[in-house]
């Protein structure tokens, strides 16, 4: 029987990364794993909501909460941001049974809903190692990533109860992933570092200088592209990455893709953007 999971995409795979949302389907079907839409999930609030409003991003992750529970399913996100911030506001809730009482009575005067504590949430990433299991996702390769790899986990999925069975300090899945799907991982620090998304708008400055120093140790440890577990890193990696450098000096040329990209392609999935990759990296890297 196929892995079932109520599937979250994250903040923007419908928008800035839609690329995730179309390579996220052929892989997880690839790989079994069945994906029932939360049709209606709002954003987590990606922290920045929280903010504003922590009792805000609460509520609107409780009526999300609540919709995968109504479905007796966990949830499933690819994206690091995304699985922090629910798995966050989760134990939040779980744990103090009075705000938990207060979220439950807005959430029943605007949506008629309430949330017992009957879900979890999972990454993707931790959903193929400790489920899916390495083996079987080695075993459904079409066509091997042969690249040296730098894998981007970000900070959100680094804390205890949210990152599967993996440490927590010294995360290795991504690399297990890699090597299992033909690439060779690179072994570098800053795979776990924030690039400082929530603050892209008020501190530009501060976001680029901490994007380009993650880009420049992936390009010398020897990476020829990154592959990030977090939608909203990506962004920042991938599009800021000309500004990082003129805004630091660092090189910082290297192609960013997503984990589902990245699976997708192994798996046989969008060949075209296979080989799209590979020019990718031919140009963008040095």
């Not at 911030?85 to 807005?106: A, C, F, Q, R, Y």
């Not at 901490?210 to 440890?221: F, M, P, R």
Request: proline share 4%.
């Amino acid at each position: 029987m196929p892995l079932k999971y109520a599937y979250h995409p994250g903040n923007v795979a419908h928008s800035s990364a839609t690329e995730v949302a179309q390579t996220m389907e052929p892989a997880a079907k690839s790989l079994g794993i069945e994906l029932v839409p939360l049709n209606g999930a709002t954003s987590c609030g990606a922290g920045i909501i929280r903010q504003a409003s922590r009792r805000l991003q609460l509520t609107l992750n409780a009526r999300t909460f609540s919709m995968a529970e109504e479905m007796g399913l966990d949830i499933i996100t690819p994206c690091a941001a995304t699985a922090g911030n629910l798995h966050e506001d989760l134990h939040t809730l779980k744990s103090n049974p009075n705000l938990l009482g207060e979220i439950n009575d807005v959430l029943e005067r605007t949506c008629g809903r309430r949330f017992n504590g009957d879900t979890n949430v999972h990454h993707l990433l931790h959903v193929i190692v400790d489920e899916v299991g390495l083996d079987k996702l080695e075993s459904a390769v079409l066509n091997p990533l042969d690249l040296d790899a730098a894998g981007f986990y970000g900070p959100n999925i680094q804390q205890e109860g949210a990152c599967g069975k993996d440490d927590v300090h010294d995360p290795t899945y991504l690399e297990q992933v890699i090597d299992a799907i033909g690439g060779k991982s690179v072994d570098w620090e800053s795979r776990t570092q924030s690039v400082g998304v929530p603050g892209l708008f008020s501190e530009e400055p501060t976001v680029l200088r901490q994007a380009a120093a993650v880009l420049s140790e992936a390009k010398h440890e020897g990476a020829k592209i990154i592959v990030s577990a977090c939608n909203l890193s990506h962004t920042i990696l991938d599009v800021y990455q000309g500004k990082a450098s003129q805004a630091t000096g660092l090189a910082t040329n290297i192609p960013v893709i997503h984990l589902t990209e990245m699976l997708a392609f192994a798996l046989g999935h969008h060949n075209d953007r296979l080989a799209q990759l590979r020019t990718r990296v031919a140009v963008i890297g040095d």
